[in-house]
């Protein structure tokens, strides 16, 4: 048998990813971008309940006050993504809440003085308002990082390699959101996993008028299908004498949002009344501002391969983090009970329907800002079960995960000193957040335990995140570490050329403002 040539074995590294039907400045036709659109929607909608679904009954909250809070969180969350869509780093993310805030957040609502209000209704406006003068404080964190381009500075410290783990942690890190959530309904769960992987892989091929209408609309296909046979079993009474916790997983009628939901209602800024401020919630509070900017600097880099865009420019980076400080900045003044950061299920999205288009995201921007003003329609959609969203999340996670892992074909995995870095990086980024949960969990507290509780928040906040912890080990790492002597084994020249904005023609089509404000606000 004849050897294979060296061209047959071995891979060119590739700045873009190949396959993608339409990148960040290319379009669908219109109907085909609003049904993508309403899919980016639907898929926002899995965290924008879940997170108040949790914190809300946690504060004195009903459930009235619940689709309130998912209502005012969709609608920032629609303002977010425009704002960062048009004028922060352009990228086709969706900016939704944050599970980086919870630790803060949980601690605030069992601070002592709020907790010893008795009247409940009272006692969640208090920490609502506490809530909210704590994010409006920590916020100033992302935007003085963001606009003085100080983030961009940082950025000189990561390499290819360094990023390698902390991308693939944003995607890997979520698993305990996964198929543990698939598991509390597995009747559900299972087949919304099994016929969303068969319908975006298997079938993708499948056209209707050329359009691969089944890769392309997996997600909301098989969503549908699972959700109608989820109320299927509802309405057929199978789960009328199952535990309270299975019913709640299960049952399309357990979230009370369709019948608690106003027909109509506009969030608006201080409608929870004027927000507290106390130093030590806001101290807490600015570790999850930190682990958001971490985990979204991350997602940005995912985002730029899945739109088939050149990894964005160090001032480009900086000012996305800042309009992000200032998303969290609304969120404090409109009171949706979490921070922003980056989507990664949306991001995975990206992926799976190999449609990068800014326009989509936007588009789904505008249905979060719409149906959260129509109570009704927009609590119809959030009823979904949650294991649905986790079925879907098991795959789009692993997809960004694996972008991350695709940096490392601009490395030299050869060096033993690159391996020693990824591989600890990885096991660290995993393995000391785990800890800490399965502490939390038993001790109910973090192991860091002492008198001063914003400092215990800081650290139980910062190593809770599995990509903010793989970028601390990495980045030392990577620049402590023979950096002289590695810079190519780091993947520096491949990373070097992209670091400003001029320093690739294509930068120009991918990053510059609309409206032609980069007149005023030129490119470093």
Not at 113 to 132: C, G, N, P, W
Not at 283 to 299: D, K, P, R, Y
Request: proline share 6%.
């Amino acid at each position: 048998m004849e050897a294979p040539k060296t061209e047959e074995i071995s891979h060119i590294p590739m700045d873009q990813l190949q396959g993608l039907e339409y990148c960040i400045d290319s379009n669908p036709s219109w109907v085909e971008s609003i049904a993508l659109g309403f899919q980016h929607y639907i898929l926002a909608l899995g965290t924008a309940v879940m997170i108040p679904s949790f914190l809300v009954p946690l504060m004195g909250g009903s459930d009235d006050d619940k689709v309130r809070v998912v209502q005012t969180l969709l609608f920032v969350e629609g303002i977010n993504t425009l704002l960062q869509t048009l004028f922060g780093t352009r990228l086709p993310t969706v900016i939704g809440g944050s599970y980086a805030f919870m630790v803060p957040i949980i601690s605030i609502i069992h601070d002592s003085k709020l907790a010893r209000i008795e009247d409940s209704h009272l006692r969640f406006l208090s920490t609502m308002r506490a809530v909210q003068g704590a994010m409006i404080v920590a916020s100033s964190i992302q935007i003085i990082l963001g606009f003085s381009q100080a983030w961009a500075i940082c950025s000189r410290f990561f390499s290819p390699l360094g990023m390698v783990p902390v991308i693939a942690l944003v995607g890997f890190g979520l698993f305990d959101r996964g198929f543990p959530v698939v598991g509390h309904c597995v009747e559900i769960g299972i087949p919304m996993l099994v016929l969303f992987v068969v319908l975006s892989q298997y079938l993708k091929k499948f056209q209707t008028r050329q359009l691969p209408i089944l890769e392309r609309f997996a997600l909301l296909v098989s969503a549908t299908v699972i959700w109608a046979y989820a109320h299927l079993l509802t309405a057929s009474g199978a789960y009328k004498h199952r535990p309270e916790l299975t019913q709640h997983n299960c049952r399309t009628d357990k979230a009370n949002l369709i019948s608690s939901a106003p027909w109509i209602k506009i969030p608006y800024p201080l409608e929870w009344g004027a927000p507290t401020f106390d130093a030590g919630h806001a101290f807490g509070m600015m570790a999850a501002v930190l682990v958001s900017l971490i985990e979204s600097t991350g997602a940005y880099k995912a985002a730029s391969r899945l739109a088939s865009a050149t990894p964005p420019p160090a001032h480009v980076l900086s000012r996305g983090v800042g309009w992000q400080g200032i998303g969290i900045l609304l969120n404090g003044l409109f009171g949706t009970l979490t921070g922003s950061t980056v989507s990664v299920e949306n991001v995975g999205l990206l992926g799976s329907t190999r449609v990068g288009s800014r326009r989509v995201v936007q588009i789904s921007a505008g249905f979060m800002i719409f149906f959260s003003m129509l109570g009704k329609f927009g609590a119809l959609f959030a009823s979904i079960p949650f294991p649905i969203f986790a079925a879907a999340y098991c795959v789009l996670f692993g997809l960004v995960a694996s972008v991350g892992l695709s940096f490392l074909q601009f490395t030299n995995m050869n060096s033993m000193r690159n391996l020693f870095i990824t591989g600890v990086a990885f096991f660290l980024g995993l393995s000391i957040p785990e800890y800490f949960r399965e502490f939390t969990s038993k001790a109910l507290h973090g192991p860091t335990h002492t008198r001063a509780g914003w400092f215990n928040d800081f650290l139980n906040t910062i190593f809770f995140s599995s990509p903010t912890v793989a970028l601390i080990v990495a980045v030392f790492l990577d620049n402590t570490l023979d950096y002289k002597d590695s810079a190519k084994d780091r993947g520096m020249p491949w990373w070097a050329k992209f670091r400003t904005f001029k320093g690739d023609s294509r930068n120009e089509e991918f990053y510059t403002l609309p409206f032609n404000l980069n007149r005023y606000f030129p490119p470093s």
